[in-house]
């Protein structure tokens, strides 16, 4: 399993301008981002988890704690759009590679996500930026925090 995962990880490895951004801290993932929005939260539950490998409801579970928005979409109350849509932005910049789902030849298995090395040196300067404040009462203090910055 772990050569499918290396073999997974290489096709997926992003081109060449991310390795060197995100050492830098100039990637352009971090420019647009803004903390407790979807893409933030995701990371954050990569971190928290202190895990490398979570399926989707493991990352909403520990997600929902560091977002300002609903991670799941609820079409009932007509709310389609929600900050799990980031995700596909982060696999498009090569920091998280999904694997099974619905194209998974293992019938019933759900998506299982894999931070990659590309998104542990993202996160670490994320970090750095933004701070780890989970919870939303911390909101306030921490937007102040990096509007001073």
Not at 3 to 30: A, C, W
Not at 123 to 135: D, L, S, W
């Amino acid at each position: 399993m772990r050569e499918d995962l290396d073999m997974i990880m290489e096709e997926h490895r992003p081109v060449q301008q991310g390795f060197s951004s995100v050492e830098s801290g100039q990637h352009p993932y971090l420019s647009q981002m803004r903390p407790f929005d979807g893409g933030y939260a995701i990371l954050m539950a990569f971190h928290a988890a202190g895990r490398d490998e979570l399926t989707k409801r493991d990352i909403l579970r520990h997600a929902e704690s560091y977002a300002m928005v609903d991670m799941s979409p609820d079409f009932y109350s007509g709310r389609l759009r929600c900050g799990w849509d980031c995700m596909a932005s982060l696999e498009k910049h090569g920091f998280v590679v999904r694997r099974g789902g619905m194209n998974s030849s293992v019938v019933g298995r759900c998506d299982t996500f894999f931070l990659t090395e590309e998104g542990f040196r993202f996160i670490a300067i994320m970090v750095e930026k933004f701070g780890a404040t989970r919870g939303v009462e911390d909101v306030g203090k921490t937007l102040e925090a990096i509007q001073l910055r």
